[in-house]
């Protein structure tokens, strides 16, 4: 094998984690992965273990004077639908009756799951896989979206008749950054591409 091959090949496997277009990268720390690039929506999400406790009412104020989340935003309701039903759970549907109230419940599928936690983290790290986050929905309302692995199953689940005081110890706040117009690719998505123009390189030099 060439070495341009060789060198493709590494850059495509080491670079980066992709997932069904979701992308990890790192935020603060090299290897922190708690970035989720979005191809589609050109979204930067970052990882619920971070706000994880927070109310939407707290994020406010924290958006809003710590420097380290400069340019961080809660995601619109629209987004984490978007996320939630055309990205990481597709083909399920969900049954207002399973739960009493307001609560909706729906199922997806074990690799689902495991792979929203992968991505945006583990919110309750005493069981398997559970990743819940909130996002404001406006006149003081917010959005709770869950989902649990149990067993082979993944349970959805999504409440949005709660206020901005609402927190809960295993939820994080939904925030993104950029929107669809102006996001730049992410590195990692740079340094896959890289790897495959060295191997097309390769390729083109021995023909």
Same mark, same amino acid.
């Given at each position: 094998?060439?070495?341009?091959?060789?060198?493709?090949?590494?850059?495509?496997?080491?670079?980066?984690?992709?997932?069904?277009?979701?992308?990890?990268?790192?935020?603060?720390?090299?290897?922190?992965? &708690?970035? @989720?690039?979005?191809?589609?929506?050109?979204?930067?999400?970052? /990882?619920?273990?971070?706000?994880?406790?927070?109310?939407?009412?707290? @994020?406010?104020?924290?958006?809003?004077?710590?420097?380290?989340?400069?340019?961080?935003?809660?995601?619109?309701?629209?987004?984490?639908?978007?996320?939630?039903?055309?990205?990481?759970?597709?083909?399920? @549907?969900?049954?207002?009756?399973?739960?009493?109230?307001?609560?909706?419940?729906?199922?997806?599928?074990?690799?689902?799951?495991?792979?929203?936690?992968?991505?945006?983290?583990?919110?309750?790290?005493?069981?398997?896989?559970?990743?819940?986050?909130?996002?404001?929905?406006?006149?003081?309302?917010?959005?709770?979206?869950?989902?649990?692995?149990?067993?082979?199953?993944?349970? &959805?689940?999504?409440? /949005?008749?709660?206020?901005?005081?609402?927190?809960?110890?295993?939820?994080?706040?939904?925030?993104?950054?950029?929107?669809?117009?102006?996001?730049?690719?992410?590195?990692?998505?740079? &340094?896959?591409?890289?790897? &495959?123009?060295?191997?097309?390189?390769?390729?083109?030099?021995?023909?």
């Amino acid at each position: 094998m060439k070495k341009s091959r060789i060198f493709g090949l590494l850059f495509c496997l080491l670079s980066t984690k992709v997932f069904a277009g979701l992308v990890e990268h790192d935020w603060l720390n090299s290897g922190d992965s &708690l970035i @989720t690039y979005d191809n589609a929506s050109g979204l930067e999400w970052l /990882d619920l273990t971070v706000t994880r406790g927070w109310s939407v009412g707290q @994020t406010i104020d924290i958006l809003a004077n710590n420097s380290l989340y400069s340019g961080w935003r809660m995601a619109e309701q629209s987004e984490v639908k978007n996320l939630f039903e055309h990205v990481l759970f597709t083909d399920f @549907t969900f049954d207002q009756a399973s739960f009493p109230g307001n609560v909706i419940y729906g199922t997806g599928t074990r690799e689902q799951g495991l792979l929203m936690t992968s991505l945006f983290g583990n919110t309750a790290p005493q069981y398997e896989a559970v990743s819940y986050g909130i996002a404001s929905i406006g006149d003081n309302l917010v959005e709770f979206h869950g989902s649990f692995v149990s067993g082979t199953d993944n349970r &959805l689940y999504h409440n /949005d008749t709660l206020d901005n005081n609402f927190s809960y110890s295993q939820a994080g706040v939904f925030l993104v950054r950029g929107d669809s117009a102006s996001v730049p690719e992410s590195a990692p998505v740079t &340094l896959f591409a890289l790897g &495959l123009a060295a191997m097309l390189y390769g390729r083109r030099r021995r023909s």
